[in-house]
């Protein structure tokens, strides 16, 4: 605000970047001050009025400049200021705060990790010298252990158990097969014989005998059968081709509900004509169309069917506008009545005699007696004035009703816990401390082989970095025996000569996005994993994603359901922000709730994700530490807020700081703490990022291996026409000489792909990282060692050692003379088992080979 309050300096987005804008405080008038090429930001109106301090752009620099507010005069006065946050969001502001000083001749600013003052007149610069002995309160990171391939494993990410009328068994998926269990008995497998294809979405029929279900094949998509409860060969019905889910069956066990799914490039894009909900008759085999909005149907009380609809806010989530409501129509799809709105519910279900809704909010289910409210009742905002009851105390997923009402059911992992709806509704009520174990124990897929890699180097990126030329490495199993020179090959090991070759340990992506499913629809080839495989990527961290999705699909690589890296995850983000995925932290206990609900559906770690209050993240970070997981912090360009959860505890930092350039004071910081860093360069927070960059100097749509995996629709949309800059332009080398500085202090800095890139994007990585300082042996540390010690994971990935995983990736060129080799991939070798990089076709250890994917049938396959 400039003296005597007439008027107001402020930044203006929607133009230039940012300009400022004066306000007039009598006639409310705006004019534009400063702005153009460069933007302007952080004003510092001088005491006397005249004069106008703020920063500017000039090309890629940030810059200090005045203006005569008389005459409009702009005047740069120092050149050497660090980076401004134009390019972030820039919550605490665009640059640190200045001051002119009380004549109006000198300004006081912060740069280079120094305060100046600067003369206006002369414009000379004298440093203001200053120094801060401080200690501060810091707790050190949470570590784990994660054993990444035990023998025998408990299965824990159960889906779409559904109980049986009577209640006395459960059917669920799990392993993309379906079990049931019967009383107190192990689940005992439903279908019998080998088939292709994962079933999914069972139903019981009303009289118990039978269930009906979904199974999916990458080619004939979803077919219905149906089995009867004893077991046995199920049989397939009519089902016009598509991709369908969300299976349910009216009382009389005549008719089923489906909604079919619009089709994607991960699942396929076609067969998805007139998507919605359907009826299906099962005495003629016959579909009818419903409606086109609305999924998880279910039949209700009076013939009228009941759907759950998300309407989402053009003011973005988080808006009092967006809900979800519980709708139903007419067997014509009309009439369409509300029956009840949740803001943020992520799920709805009538119970069968109408009396109830059942709704999951904020991933715990809750209960409400219809008869206690009007037709639409926004449940949230009603629930201090009547019966609105929490069902679960960890989290909830996969609501299913008695067909009497009078209990409801949910599971978390492989837990199946059953209320009693009277005793739930009254108020005397306590949530089942125990449930129903579906889970399984199971053995992880180690294949027989004896295999002998000879007369390649390997870089171990063991602890003393150790280069051992022609080397042989025996493998047995899915482990390594030994690596040494001049070893003789047992005669019952395969060799495999490898002469001018190098071995590297297989890549491990700490931040790694990307699909697992399609509306939980597990693919039996995502091309999105083989395409990371296929470019040695043979472990994925996921710090966000689907537990429905990511856990089941991690469970189904480990058992050679399908093919594709080692996949753990963090499942659903403790988010901080309101949204069908709010996680809301009051308490400790609110903490261990969502920590505790992850654990059990399979994760390893927490990601403590925009919380708004540093005792929230703080219980994130506590409730991690009692169960026993890491937690990773979502950076959210906010300094801030990234040294606060140093302090706290949080096993690392996920994107880079967004200052870009940081000082002693915080190496000094960060160095005592040993937090990790992942800062995820090619989505870099400052400017152009690492993926723009290597766009602009590769030709990404014409590489040898991605483009064998990611459909053309997919790849050539990004990659073919370019956005052009100059190098100057680009911050990913910033950001890398930033997390350079770190390393060598100690700090464990990992790549992170985001998922930007499939499998190219982790070479990015480390290219980037060179870009920035990093030696080729620092580099891949970046991408083997360090990741694997920041996940906990080291006793198993990440050097090339005996006893550790056969996780391996061969190369035809040295990644040490030239980093940019790493991508010059011959074959990849994951759990002992070795595929040649094109096709990914197994050879010495197997012989299976991938399908033709949908593109590659089509006009589009020839697209390169």
């Known amino acids: 605000v400039s003296p005597g309050n007439t008027f107001i300096y402020h930044e203006d987005s929607n133009t230039e970047l940012f300009q400022i804008r004066r306000v007039d405080l009598a006639s409310t008038e705006i004019t534009t001050v400063a702005g153009g090429p460069g933007g302007a930001v952080r004003p510092t109106p001088s005491p006397d009025g005249s004069k106008l301090a703020y920063v500017k752009r000039v090309r890629a620099e940030s810059r200090l400049f005045v203006m005569n507010l008389a005459t409009g005069e702009e005047r740069m006065v120092y050149a050497e200021l660090d980076p401004d946050m134009q390019e972030t969001w820039a919550v605490h502001g665009f640059y640190p705060t200045m001051e002119w000083t009380p004549d109006s001749d000198a300004i006081v600013f912060w740069a280079k990790g120094k305060i100046f003052k600067l003369d206006l007149a002369t414009e000379a610069t004298t440093e203001i010298p200053f120094h801060v002995a401080d200690t501060r309160k810091i707790y050190p990171p949470l570590r784990g252990t994660v054993e990444v391939a035990p023998e025998t494993f408990a299965t824990k990410m159960v889906r779409y158990p559904q109980p049986s009328p009577d209640g006395t068994s459960v059917v669920f998926e799990s392993l993309g097969r379906l079990f049931i269990k019967r009383g107190e008995s192990p689940p005992e497998r439903l279908t019998r014989g080998d088939h292709e294809g994962f079933d999914y979405s069972p139903i019981y029929s009303p009289d118990g005998d039978s269930i009906y279900f979904l199974r999916w094949h990458d080619d004939s998509l979803t077919t219905l059968y149906r089995v009867r409860t004893r077991g046995g060969a199920p049989r397939e019905m009519a089902l016009s081709k598509g991709q369908y889910d969300d299976l349910a069956i009216n009382a009389d066990g005549t008719e089923l509900l489906l909604r079919k799914r619009r089709g994607s490039d991960l699942l396929n894009p076609n067969f998805d004509n007139k998507p919605g909900i359907y009826l299906y008759d099962l005495a003629s085999e016959q579909l009818s169309f419903l409606t086109d909005s609305g999924n998880n149907p279910h039949f209700g009380p009076e013939g009228r069917i009941y759907l759950q609809e998300r309407n989402e806010s053009a003011e973005g989530r988080g808006s009092s506008t967006a809900i979800t409501q519980l709708v139903s129509v007419d067997r014509a799809g009309q009439d369409k009545r509300t029956v009840a709105e949740a ?113 390649a180097r390997v870089i171990t990126m063991n602890d003393e970095r150790a280069v051992i030329e022609n080397a042989t490495v025996l493998i047995k199993g899915n482990r390594i025996e030994s690596i040494a020179r001049g070893t003789a090959v047992p005669e019952d090991y395969t060799e495999i000569d490898l002469a001018g070759k190098t071995i590297m340990p297989g890549i491990i992506d700490a931040h790694a996005h990307g699909p697992y499913a399609g509306d939980d ?224 202090a100690g700090i464990m800095v990992n790549i992170g792909a985001h998922g930007q890139r499939e499998g190219l994007a982790s070479h990015w990585e480390m290219w980037s990282f060179a870009r920035g300082g990093f030696s080729p042996m620092e580099a891949l540390a970046t991408a083997t060692i360090n990741p694997a010690r920041h996940l906990g994971m080291d006793k198993d990935i990440g050097s090339l050692e005996a006893g550790k995983l056969a996780d391996l990736v061969i190369v035809d060129a040295n990644p040490l003379d030239d980093i940019r080799n790493t991508d010059r991939i011959s074959h990849v070798m994951i759990n002992g088992r070795l595929y040649r990089a094109g096709d990914l076709s197994e050879e010495v250890t197997g012989t299976a080979t991938l399908s033709p994917f949908h593109w590659q049938t089509t006009p589009q396959g020839a697209i390169r």
């Open 343 to 455: 803001e943020f519910a992520s799920e709805m279900r009538l119970s069968p005699d109408g009396n109830y809704v059942a709704f999951i909010n904020q991933f715990q289910l809750h209960v409400a007696a219809r008869s206690q409210f009007g037709a639409g009742i926004d449940l949230d905002a009603a629930k201090p004035a009547f019966a609105v009851r929490r069902a679960s105390k960890v989290g909830a997923t996969y609501i299913a009703w008695s067909p009497d009402s009078e209990s409801i059911s949910w599971s978390v992992g492989a837990e199946f816990k059953t209320a009693n709806i009277n005793t739930l509704m009254n108020g005397d009520y306590a949530t089942p401390a125990t449930g129903n174990n579906l889970s399984m124990q199971v053995a992880h897929a180690i294949p027989n082989t004896a295999v002998a890699l000879t007369n």
């Open 521 to 744: 629809i597990i693919p039996q080839q995502n091309w999105n994993l083989l395409a990371h495989l296929a470019l040695g990527v043979t472990t994925v961290h996921n710090p966000s994603s689907s537990a429905k999705s990511a856990f089941a699909a991690a469970e189904y690589a480990r058992t050679d359901r399908i093919l594709g890296p080692r996949i753990f995850s963090t499942g659903e983000i403790v988010y901080g922000a309101k949204s069908t995925s709010w996680a809301p932290i009051d308490n400790l206990d609110d903490a261990l709730a969502h920590v505790r609900r992850l654990a059990a559906q399979g994760a390893i770690s927490v990601k403590n994700y925009n919380q708004p209050r540093r005792e929230q993240r703080q219980q994130v970070i506590e409730a991690a530490r009692q169960e026993g997981l890491i937690s990773v912090a979502e950076g959210g360009s906010l300094y801030q807020l990234d040294m606060s959860m140093i302090a706290d505890g949080i096993t690392g930092i996920e994107h880079n700081v967004p200052t870009l350039k940081m000082y002693d004071d915080v190496h000094q910081f960060w160095r005592q703490s040993g937090a990790g860093y992942t800062p995820t360069l090619v989505v870099t927070y400052g400017g152009l990022t690492s993926e723009d960059y290597f766009y602009q100097n590769t030709e990404v749509w014409k590489h040898p291996i991605l483009s064998n995996f990611v459909p053309p629709s997919q790849l050539q949309a990004r990659s073919v026409r370019r956005v052009t800059a100059p190098e100057e332009d680009y911050r990913d080398d910033d950001s890398a000489a930033a997390a350079k500085i770190l390393m060598d």
